[in-house]
């Protein structure tokens, strides 16, 4: 091993009492996250019980070597694990006085419940008799050596937990008691040789020599194996299938590898002057500045987070018996804490027999809502500045508040109350399993997951419901925890759900109702409320923190934010969520229902008469569309794009007419009916084209059927002259799409200024109608200082450009080949969701080409990019004025272009 290479780091106290620790929070990249805070709680002096960190690079190395460790590295973990020893005065698996420890994950991002733990490790047949020796407590030491075994043989082993809990529920039910507290220390030891014998039923042994013994697999009762085994289990859990699910979903690299916190355990098993738990220096579901968290006397921590057993409030802790001074001791942390890291924290702690303990430390997972009002609450106390607040909040995370919640008019009974463990609310149909959830997404069924507790396996099942609602756990358990971060409604701890999943059923205590799969229920987030049926949802509007922290955040950012809109309604809405115009206006989306006809006609019918027809309704139909939107953007510019797609897409489908043709035949139709219907299958199909996104589409259209776009200038300029007489302001813009040659639009833009001009002098009113084109082919963006000289603004569709710069089909791609690209790594991002490198160069290039060309050129970007953060602060660096979105998605382009300013300071 080369000597610069540092592998493993102390933190915590020696033997003398004096702070050895190596690392410190600014060392995220290799102690990942619970190991740097570790060591720098340890620096700042909190009671830190002392351990190692394994970096986050020796887990890429191990993996990436085909799970084989590093030369040297094992050895090196050896010293440390010594060093451990002398500075606890004890030693792992020591037959006298037994040092345990436990083996925790800690990735540089924050992966909540993703990875794996192991408690209590160091326990085997000898060194319990250690541990009842020194602890006098023979009930503590068997349930840490049960807790072990449980453990360990599920988080290393693989083994199925139930098996333990099925065994736990055996023993409880034959003792006819209701918790595993009551269970008695003989009882816990029968368990321990229950679980030996579970571990041997489900173990090969010709896969583990090392745990075998006359063809038998036996728990290892070697320290070093069981370290050994435990390192590599939570080194593997970094490509668990939730933990590789939940970096996709959060944008996390997986290069990036999980340490291995190695830490000498702290009980809180030890009686009802022990006790465990999870805290928030605030509310992490409101914001409010309060101590937020759960607690459980005599329990270990994994106990708070499963959900196991009821949990008490973090408030409570200093005011119970025997906790006082730990409970008080904690609340001066939190304030210490906060007031060194200048955020909300996370903290898990236990305190044995009085004794308080920080386990660890880190910027706490919080709801939206939670996160503007932090973020404002700590500037106005000087905490922070407006530029760090408003770098606090995750772009992505608006959307939890545009989110519906429970119509304030609407009437409705609570079924059952729960926690309010995250905010919005939802209606859909109870499913009672991962798999359910994603089936029903699928068919696109809304769905409530409804769990005794959720575990980190159901993390797919959570993303594709659209809540959770469980009947155990507090607001720190898994359920919670990850709904917040996802931003889904979540409802935890409702004592009423008496859940029977393999029947599919629930009975509500208290009631005659019995819930089962399919049935529609609602759940409220933000109050805990279950309700029978659905009840009407409303949308939220942009007021209060949010609204304060727009406005910050547009008093820094540089690049515009417009939105695509299609009608009026969608328009307002924009308007209303902050959008500076309408970057997109799409005609196409105008010409579906009812007018479908009017353009189908069009297409299809030769006779010039039927066509002039057509036009002229369609005409009449589109100027009404450009009054509503050009008036709910009054003073605002609102670009129109002229018509773009095939116009086989306004066709029907030649299989379903040719379905329709044999049932025809089958059901004994006239014989002149089937006739005009095989008739018209040839002449849609006479319109096919093999590759119509190549084809004939965009500008090619208005050149092929110039009606089109006469029909639509007239429209666009008729609206803005009758407004203009009205006293208003409308500023439309004429977008031509799909342009390639610069013939193309200059021959095109000639014809438009001939119509507009025509119109304005019908109307008597002066019409500055600007037109640009939508550069959306790599030719387009290579010529763009010749497009530039005909157009007054670039705007850079970049769905197309994605596909054909990287000649990907938007509509296959995303459904044949993509996640397979996705899932081997031959891409990060989806490159239709995040811009790609190469298509971000090409918009850089018609950019800096284009401005060369003609000074007054305004770039915008209007493809689905434009509401994804990440392409955001690549667009903020490269050149456009402005990028246009989805209404829902303006605030979050807002606060991402803000983000992305202060990025480039």
């Known amino acids: 091993m080369a000597e ?77 694990r010594e060093d451990l020893e002398r500075r606890m005065g004890k ?64 988080v290393v082993m693989g083994i199925d937990g139930d098996l333990f809990e099925n065994a736990i529920t055996a023993m409880k039910n034959a003792r006819d008691v209701k918790s ?26 010709a896969q583990y020599p090392d745990l075998a013994a006359d063809g038998v697999a036996l728990f290892p009762q070697d320290p070093s194996i069981q370290l050994k085994l435990a390192i590599e289990a939570v080194f593997g859990s970094w490509n668990n299938p939730r933990a590789t699910l939940y970096r996709k979903q959060n944008k996390i690299a997986d290069d990036l590898g999980t340490a291995v916190n190695v830490q000498s355990m702290a009980f809180g098993n030890k009686g009802d002057n022990s006790a465990t738990g999870v805290a928030f220096t605030r509310n992490a579901a409101t914001g409010e500045k309060e101590y937020y968290g759960d607690y459980l006397v005599n329990a270990q921590g994994e106990d708070v987070v499963a959900g196991i057993r009821n949990t008490s409030p973090i408030s409570e802790l200093k005011h119970t018996p ?157 359920a919670a925890v990850i709904a ?75 690049l515009g934010v417009r939105a695509n809109a299609d009608n009026p ?27 479908k006809q009017l353009i189908q006609q069009f297409i299809l019918n030769d006779d010039e008469a039927v066509r002039e027809d057509c036009i002229k309704k369609l005409g009449e139909l589109q100027r009404g569309d450009f009054l509503g939107m050009f008036k709910a953007m009054d003073g605002l510019p609102v670009i129109v794009r002229l018509l773009d797609p095939p116009l086989h897409e306004f066709l029907e489908s030649p299989r379903e007419l ?38 004939l589409r965009g500008c090619r259209l208005s050149i092929v059927f110039p009606q089109l776009p006469v029909m639509q200038v007239r429209a666009i300029a008729g609206a803005a002259a009758e407004l203009k007489k009205q006293g208003l302001d409308p500023r439309p813009e004429i977008m031509i799409p799909l342009v390639a040659f610069e013939s193309e639009i200059e021959f095109l833009r000639a014809k438009a ?45 970049t769905n197309d450009l994605t596909q054909t710069t990287l000649g990907f089909s938007r509509d296959d791609a995303e459904a044949k080949f993509l996640p397979a690209y996705l899932d081997q790594h031959l891409l990060k991002r989806n490159p239709f969701a995040t811009v790609d490198d190469g298509v971000a160069e090409l918009v850089k290039m018609g950019c800096e080409k284009g401005k060369a060309a003609n000074s007054k050129l305004i770039c915008g970007v209007c493809g689905e990019h434009g509401g994804d953060p990440e392409s955001i602060h690549k667009f903020d660096k490269i050149g456009p004025d402005y990028v246009s979105c989805s209404p829902y998605r303006v605030p979050l382009a807002r606060l991402a272009a803000a983000q992305a300013a202060l990025e480039d300071k």
């Open 4 to 80: 610069e290479v540092k592998r493993v780091f102390s933190f915590g106290k020696d033997e003398n009492g004096n702070n050895v620790t190596e690392g410190n929070t600014k060392m995220k990249a290799i102690l990942g996250g619970k190991g740097a805070n570790l060591a720098e709680m340890a620096n700042i002096g909190l009671p830190v019980p002392p351990g190692f960190t394994i970096s986050c690079q020796t887990c890429m190395e191990y993996a990436n070597a085909g799970n084989v460790w590093p030369e040297g590295v094992l050895d090196v973990i050896e010293e440390y």
């Open 91 to 154: 030693k792992i698996g020591d037959a006298e006085d037994p040092l345990l420890v436990s083996v925790r994950s800690g990735a540089p991002m924050s992966m909540p419940g993703m990875m794996d733990t192991v408690l209590n490790l160091g326990l085997n047949d000898r060194s319990i008799n250690g541990l009842i020796k020194q602890t006098e407590n023979p009930r503590f030491a068997w349930d840490s050596y049960r807790r072990f075994i449980q453990m360990f043989s599920n």
């Open 180 to 205: 595993d507290t009551d269970l008695s220390a003989a009882d816990l030891q029968e368990l321990v040789g229950e679980f030996k014998k579970i571990f041997s039923a489900n173990v090969d042994p």
């Open 322 to 478: 025997g906790l006082e001074e730990a409970g008080q001791q904690l609340e001066d942390i939190f304030e210490l804490l906060e007031g060194h890291f200048h955020d909300m924290m996370d903290i898990e702690f236990t305190i044995e027999q009085g004794k308080l303990y920080m386990l660890q430390t880190r910027v706490g997972k919080r709801t939206a809502a939670a996160a503007l009002k932090i973020a404002i609450d700590m500037e106005k106390e000087g905490l922070i500045d407006k530029a760090t607040a408003v770098s606090r909040v995750e772009p992505e995370q608006l959307d939890q508040l545009l989110h519906p919640q429970f119509d304030k008019a609407a009437k409705y009974d609570i079924l059952a109350q729960g926690l309010n463990a995250s905010p919005g609310a939802v209606v859909g149909e109870v499913v009672f399993s991962s798999a359910a959830a994603v089936a029903a997404a699928e068919e696109g069924r809304k769905t409530v997951l409804v769990r005794w507790e959720t575990t980190p396996d159901d993390l797919a099942g959570m993303i594709a419901a659209e809540g959770i609602l469980t009947s155990h756990g507090g607001k720190t358990s898994h």
């Open 484 to 558: 917040r971060g996802m931003g889904a409604p979540c409802v935890c701890g409702v004592d009423a759900l008496h859940i029977d999943a393999a029947k599919k059923e629930v009975v509500v205590a208290g009631t005659d109702v019995v819930l089962h799969e399919g049935d529609m229920i609602s759940i409220d987030g933000t109050t805990g409320h279950v309700v029978l049926g659905a009840v009407d949802l409303v949308m939220p509007e942009l007021t209060g923190d949010l609204e304060t922290m727009l406005t910050w955040a547009d008093e820094i950012r540089t």
């Open 569 to 595: 309604e969608d328009a307002q809405l924009a308007r209303d969520f902050g959008a500076e115009g309408i970057g997109l206006c799409r005609t196409e989306h105008m010409f579906l229902g009812d007018r």
């Open 658 to 695: 040719d379905v329709q043709i044999a049932h025809m035949e089958e059901q004994g139709a006239p014989a002149e009916e089937i006739a005009a219907k095989r008739a018209l299958m040839e002449q849609v199909d006479s319109w096919a084209e093999a590759n119509p996104m190549l084809g």
């Open 753 to 797: 200024e001939e119509l507009i001009a025509q119109v304005a002098e019908e109307e008597g009113v002066d019409l500055g109608i600007e037109i640009g084109t939508m550069i959306e082919l790599p030719r387009a963006a290579i010529i763009a200082d010749d497009i530039a000289k005909h157009a007054d603004f670039f705007s850079f569709g």
